[in-house]
């Protein structure tokens, strides 16, 4: 009786599992099928501005987007298509903005990755790196005031946004705060396209964890299992209110850092290293070999997020694009204080 | 000459530093979404005292921050986002250009870029002190100013140091409150006041018909003392206390130079570009054929504001160094 519900309770946690897998593969797949397309439209002039991918990251990104939660806060980074989809970013959305549509979040008034939906925790970084950590320290930091609990925030940086100040900075005061923040670091080897020996000395980023008292994790970012099970529990963690959450993940940038780059000068023995790898190939040979899906069905999910996003982009092209003469070209909220424009 | 002596009364009881701690508490109570967040401000007050003894009446609600200013930005911007009127008190403005990234940078376009307004108030202790020396005296508000997204508030008065923060607060934008720090302690009023003029309106500080002086912040004092050291030989001198340099009340400032064709516009930051600039610019370009003479600007020097009083005493402009000027253009 005892071992078979012991075993009952294994196959739930094992259905739990894979159906938490399989989540997170639907959202990287989306984002590479979404960015692939968003590639070809920048290579035929349709996008005006740069295309930057997340090739290689999709499942750090879907992993963290899948353990938040709606009410949670997210403050993604260049890469993190996968993440902004899975925190409920629509295709159509994260076209529009591609497309400059005056329907989108964003109208025109900027563009690719910057957008976001700061009114719903979805917030819209800025170019400036490591800045977002203190502002989702502060979203926290204003839901505590007001009593909320049990809502995470998180973050992306690059390895190179841990050089600045403002994580530094940020960091720091989430950690002197306790505030539930997880901040993800994808160390994908290139800073635009700096390498790792110009950028830090440590042997490991994950040390610095322990410069701020807060809990670091090393992940392989390629693996999906390793992210979905690391960034999970960092978030959980952050739930349960154990303070700040660090989780530091090294992958490979598979591609230039925009589609205006041609990555010349990506090593070759970084490519056919262990951190090489593609996290979508990987993927697929888990869940086939966990026996949790085949590749027939794997194929057929693609098909689906083809067509999703085939769907999004025929409706946003169609769509307006600001017009300079009706713009609202007034930069404060208070209107009695514009300054008016000079002619 | 009278630099030492801006306008006091003898039977004053609050200064303008108390206006701006009584703003912070009037806010803190009647307003649940405020907090301030700032170094040494909690048990301690602040280098100033301007928030002595809100922490423990306020608990959780105002708070020592780490000596990161990008942080204490960034931390307002989100907690802005989420509904809450954050005051951030810089210790010196100075220590502002740490914290500009997310100013200019994030607090200024969220509104544009996104939707949703920003609604956070930067205090920043501005202008210079005899022996505060290069880094803890500078005036901030062009650069501020230069933004599109951003109030830039610079009191004059007990007044308005007072009804201008609780304005602040309710503005859905950044707001960069410039709130003086050699008035803090010599600026003195009987009472705390009611009403106000709304910002983006300048106040005739001192009617008059010979000359404007369009200024703000402490030098609207050591203009108002020139005014009066020039009226001894009958000049009428005409004081615009701008009261915020964005919005700037051009208007205010066009209707003064219709009536006495000369403007001099003094500030005491830096000279090149900045308020002084902007207000001959829009005068010169808007009215030109109002103008009798050649418009003016008077301000500080162009080095580092220097720390010893005999040096900081001619660096910024004064009433001795505006009534030169005031002379020159009357003559011109």
């Known amino acids: 009786m005892l071992q078979a519900r ?8 094992a259905d739990e599992n894979k159906e938490r897998y399989i989540g997170v593969y639907r959202w990287m797949l989306l984002s590479r099928v979404l960015e692939e397309k968003l590639s070809s439209l920048y290579r035929g002039g349709k996008i005006t501005g740069g295309v930057f991918l997340g090739r290689g990251q999709e499942a750090l990104s879907a992993s963290l987007g899948t353990a938040l939660r709606k009410g949670d806060i997210f403050a993604p980074l260049i890469r993190d298509m996968a993440g902004r989809l899975a925190f409920g970013e629509t295709v159509l959305n994260a076209v529009r903005t ?22 719903r925790g979805y917030y ?90 807060v809990p670091g994790y090393k992940i392989d970012g390629t693996d999906p299992s390793a992210c979905i099970e690391v960034v999970h529990e960092a978030v959980a963690r952050a739930r349960a209110g154990e303070g700040p959450q660090m989780v530091v ?84 909220h208070t209107r009695r204080l514009a300054e008016g424009n000079q002619l | 000459m009278f630099q030492n002596q801006p306008t006091t009364r003898a039977s004053a009881a609050i200064t303008y530093l108390e206006a701006i701690r009584a703003a912070q508490h009037k806010l803190l109570t009647d307003d649940p979404r405020v907090f301030i967040y700032g170094q040494d401000i909690a048990d301690f007050g602040g280098a100033f005292k301007a928030t002595k003894g809100l922490a423990k009446e306020f608990p959780g609600r105002v708070l020592d921050s780490p000596i990161s200013e990008d942080a204490q930005v960034g931390m307002a911007i989100g907690a802005a986002i989420e509904g809450m009127r954050p005051i951030i008190e810089m210790q010196f403005a100075d220590f502002s ?17 996104t939707g949703v307004p920003c609604p956070i ?5 501005s202008g210079g002190t005899a022996g505060a020396g290069p880094f803890h005296s500078q005036s901030m508000e062009a650069l501020y100013a230069h933004y599109p997204g951003i109030v830039v508030m610079t009191p004059a008065t007990v007044e308005d140091a007072y009804t201008m923060l609780l304005e602040a607060v309710e503005i859905d934008d950044p707001v960069i ?59 009428e001198i005409e004081v615009i206390d701008l009261r915020s340099v964005k919005p700037l009340d051009t208007d205010t400032i066009l209707a003064s130079v219709s009536r006495t064709g000369r403007l001099l516009a003094v500030g005491e930051a830096f000279p090149w570009g ?14 030109f054929d109002l103008l009798d003479a050649p418009p003016m600007r008077l301000n500080a020097k162009d080095t580092p504001v220097p720390y010893h009083p005999n040096l900081w005493g001619t660096h910024r402009p004064t009433a001795t160094s505006i009534v030169a000027a005031m002379r020159r253009l009357l003559k011109a």
């Open chain 2, 177 to 235: 409150f410039c709130e003086h720090k050699y008035l803090y302690y010599h600026l003195k009023a009987d009472a705390l006041p009611t009403v106000a003029l709304p910002t983006g309106k300048a106040r005739v500080a001192r009617p008059g018909r010979d000359a404007t002086i369009a200024t703000y912040s402490a030098m609207v004092h050591e203009s108002l003392a020139c005014a009066a050291e020039l009226a001894k030989e009958g000049w």
């Open chain 2, 121 to 125: 108030v930067i205090r920043l202790p």
């Open chain 1, 98 to 119: 591609y497309l400059g549509s005056r329907l989108g979040p964003m109208r025109g008034r900027d563009g690719n990755i910057h957008r976001g939906e700061p009114a």
């Open chain 1, 124 to 213: 819209a970084m800025i170019s400036h790196l490591g800045a977002m950590v203190s502002s989702v320290a502060g979203g926290l930091f204003a839901r505590r005031l007001r009593g909320e609990t049990g809502v995470v925030g998180a973050t992306c940086v690059g390895e190179g946004a841990t050089s600045t100040g403002s994580f530094h900075e940020g960091l720091n005061m989430a950690a002197v705060e306790k505030l539930p923040l997880v901040v993800i670091v994808a160390n994908n080897q290139y800073a635009y396209s700096t390498v790792n020996a110009r950028q830090y000395a440590c042997a490991d980023l994950v040390q610095r964890a322990a410069g701020y008292g």
């Open chain 1, 6 to 13: 012991a075993s009952q309770s294994v196959n739930a946690e």
């Open chain 1, 249 to 332: 993940a090294d992958l490979l940038r598979l591609v230039g850092h925009g589609e205006h780059d041609d990555f010349n000068y990506m090593s070759h023995a970084l490519k056919v290293s262990p951190i090489g790898r593609d996290s979508l190939d990987v993927a697929r040979d888990q869940l086939t070999a966990a026996g949790w899906a085949t590749l027939a069905q794997l194929d057929a999910m693609r098909d689906q997020a083809a067509a999703e996003v085939e769907e999004a982009c025929g409706t946003a092209i169609r769509e307006p694009l600001p017009d300079p003469n009706t713009e609202d070209w007034c930069a404060i």
């Open chain 2, 274 to 287: 900045g308020v002084t600039a902007e207000i001959v610019a829009r005068v010169a370009t808007e009215g």
């Open chain 2, 97 to 113: 250009t740490c914290g500009y990234t997310q100013i200019v940078q994030h607090a200024a376009t969220l509104h544009w870029r």
